[in-house]
């Protein structure tokens, strides 16, 4: 069965600090999707990145990057730089193939992050 | 710019009412989801579509109703509202670029329902 396990509830981090979002997963799939999706104040869920399990190559976007790792379930993000604007929760979840499609899309329970000025 | 419009953004209501939650998009996606989000639970499927007059249950996907007449609405029913259903809503949609591949989701701002 698919899991996704974000340990971390809250992070409080000063501002400039970098920040790694854990995220851990389980799947018996050998093909499936990751992704980060960010929860801003608002509320709205804003897409990050999506990473299938054939491409473990590390993303950096900006100040963001991300670390796929198959040999641990990992799929961690990393904020570099943290400013305010980045206070949010975070979501990682999970799809499955071949029935994947969002209709498979697991979310772990998210971390809040704050980061003081 | 194309949207994702969810209303009401508040709800409140009684136990036994039934109550439509409204979701419009103007991607012209034919994927469109419901979601409810619960602490400690993320968020959850309850009911999925992709494409006019098709409707699929979810995850937890009992006591809702949802119905596609269009590509722009996926309109949410709770048949007899319940306090368990006090709760985040979201609506999302998607494109499929190929098949069986996993589409990126756009959501909606949310609607926080209260049941009493």
């Known amino acids: 069965a698919q899991k996704v396990t974000q340990a971390q509830t809250e992070i409080s981090v000063v501002e400039k600090e970098d920040v790694t979002l854990d995220c851990v997963y389980e799947?018996?799939?050998?093909?499936?999707?990751l992704f980060w999706y960010k929860q801003p104040p608002s509320g709205e869920l804003v897409f990050l990145i999506r990473?299938?399990?054939?491409?473990?190559q590390n993303e950096i976007s900006g100040r963001y990057s991300w670390n796929f790792q198959k040999s641990t379930s990992s799929f961690n993000f990393t904020i570099t730089a943290s400013q305010v604007v980045d206070s949010a929760v975070y979501f990682c979840?999970?799809?499955?193939?071949?029935?994947?499609?969002?209709?498979?899309?697991?979310f772990g329970t998210g971390t809040r992050l704050t980061v003081i000025p | 710019d194309a949207e994702i419009t969810q209303s009401p953004r508040h709800k409140i209501t009684e136990t036994g009412r039934q109550v439509t939650l409204a979701c419009h998009q103007t991607w012209n996606h034919n994927n469109m989801f419901w979601y409810r989000q619960d602490l400690g639970h993320g968020l959850r499927l309850i009911h999925y579509s992709y494409g006019v007059q098709d409707t699929n249950k979810g995850e937890v996907s009992d006591g809702y109703s949802v119905s596609r007449s269009n590509t722009e609405d996926l309109p949410l029913t709770l048949e007899s509202a319940a306090s368990s259903q006090t709760s985040v809503y979201f609506c999302?949609?998607?494109?499929?670029?190929?098949?069986?591949?996993?589409?990126?989701?756009?959501f909606g701002s949310g609607t926080q329902l209260s049941v009493l």
């Open positions: 799947t018996r799939d050998t093909t499936y999707y």
């Open positions: 990473r299938n399990s054939f491409d473990e």
């Open positions: 979840a999970l799809s499955e193939a071949p029935q994947g499609g969002a209709n498979n899309l697991f």
């Open positions: 999302a949609t998607g494109t499929v670029e190929l098949p069986a591949t996993n589409e990126k989701l756009f």
